[in-house]
């Protein structure tokens, strides 16, 4: 078997044109030609695009209510908007094929309550798809749907496919000339699998559309897809932790306004009532919804739906193209695991599970990682309360969960030969990640730079360890905030700074000179701007003490 690649910068010290800065902890291997024609014409340009965006959104609306942050909650806040609207929809309805159209239009006629109840269920499933749309193409261009990622991609596609059906369904039950157009094209798709015996589309042309059939429709629409939609969700999110499926409280309000604005001011309407005698010349598809139905014109049956499985196959195999090594995983040393589970409840991805003893110890339980599930994130290691680097400080340090390629002993020696390069005034060390901007661009004579798969992986008590060892000040910069590239990476960092989540940073640390920050990688200038900013602050708070000092001494 061919050995893969070792990661491109792991465990280095790199001398580079000034100064010395650490490159440690790579969680990525050195990018094969496919990887990098990928992410040069595909995940780069769109991504920098969204970085822009989300710049100018977190500035308007604040990172907490940055609607491209919450996609995903987004998209199940608008299917509760669809299924209570669809519910109020639903009981004035007439489930018969004589009584729908007119039963819509009632609805219609009541601008202000039903009308606007239908308005809402049509835009809010509008609104699913563009949500789902724009979330496919983030996750994409952030390279986050390939590796240990494969899972949620794949199976968020069925979840995609069955909203579609359920927007197709719910057009056909309005019963008017839209209707009819779908319901005629559908049939003719579904002619064209083998599974049906006799023409669909030869009972429309020639009237032959049942109530039964009608209701079944009705049925499908109303709880067959939703509950299947439920259950993909709930595979879709199985392999994440602390899943986000409640939007914040500022975004629910501004998208349920908006929605009830755009209702009222342009209510939803239905075309005529459907007439198989005609056939309708003037129709407004919903674009989100019926795309599929116009190729129809072009192609025959058969060829529309070797594209459309087409599309979706290659969709569905996209983690795959080209595949995503992720280094070994996670490993638990059991001397050092007291089964506290911070770890467990720390991982993101769902790769820890707390399993009953199996060495003999007094602890009840232990860690146990799941190397499938692992995304060699690191964020464990900065739970346990064994990485803590003032523990045997005169041995290799050892900690109860490690990443085997990047060993946390590896951090702290990596932390003495940066100290051990700075000069100058003030000296600050500098922790970076691999998904945001690059800290190495901050080296200089005053400051040291490590970078890590993740600023999760940081144990506080390593914040605490660099200041007793001469650094005046630490500067952390992940992911920008809410946007960690392991999700909660710097969430965590920050919790554990603040004492709200443990380890905690030591009470004693003065939280002045540890700066937590957040920049993605088209933020190189307001990085370094934030790192100067860091430095004068130190450089003036240290020197009125030091004057001090000196004066006291020359008295
Ligand atoms: C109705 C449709 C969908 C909903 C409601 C939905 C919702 C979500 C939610 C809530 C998450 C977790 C976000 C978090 O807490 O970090 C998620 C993750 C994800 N979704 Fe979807 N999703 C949908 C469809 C899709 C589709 C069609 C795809 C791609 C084909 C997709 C790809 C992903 C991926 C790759 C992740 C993993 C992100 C990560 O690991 O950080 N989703 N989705
Ligand atoms: S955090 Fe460390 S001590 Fe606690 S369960 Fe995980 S490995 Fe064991
Ligand atoms: S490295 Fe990351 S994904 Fe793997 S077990 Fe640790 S926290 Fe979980």
Redesign the pocket.
Known sequence: MKSPTKPSNQNITVQSDKYQHQLLASDTYKDTLGEQTLKKFFHKPINYTYLYVDAWLNFAFGTKNNPLYHL??L??FL?WIVLISGLYVFVLFDTSITGAYQSVESMTEQWYLAGVMRSLHRYASDA?ILV?LL??IR?FSLD??RGF?WF??FT??P??WM?ILLGITGYWLVWDQLAQYVAIGSSQLLDALPIFSSSMTRNFLVGNLSDRFFTLMALIHLLGLPVM?VFG?WI??KR?T????VVPRGLAIGTFLALVVLSLLKPAVSHEQANLAIVPYELNLDWFYLNVYPLLDYWTAGETWIVTIGITLL?MLMPWIPIKRTPPAAKVNLDHCNGCAQCFDDCP?DAISMQARTDGARWKREAVVNPDLCASCGICVGSCPYSNPFRHADKKLTTGIDMPEFPVAEIRSATHTALATLKGPVKILVFGCNHSADVTDADASEIATIKLACTGMIPPSFIDYVMKKGADGVFVSGCRCGDCYY?FGNRWMEKRVRAERVPHLHKKVDRQRVYLGGAAETDKAKLLREIAAFRNMLLADKQPAEKTKKEANDE
């Open positions: 995903g909650s998209a199940f299917l699913v789902i979330h496919i996750e986050r749907y990622r949620s991609w968020g596609v979840s995609l909203m939609l969700l879709h999110v994440l602390k899943v986000e499926i969709l991805f999700r």
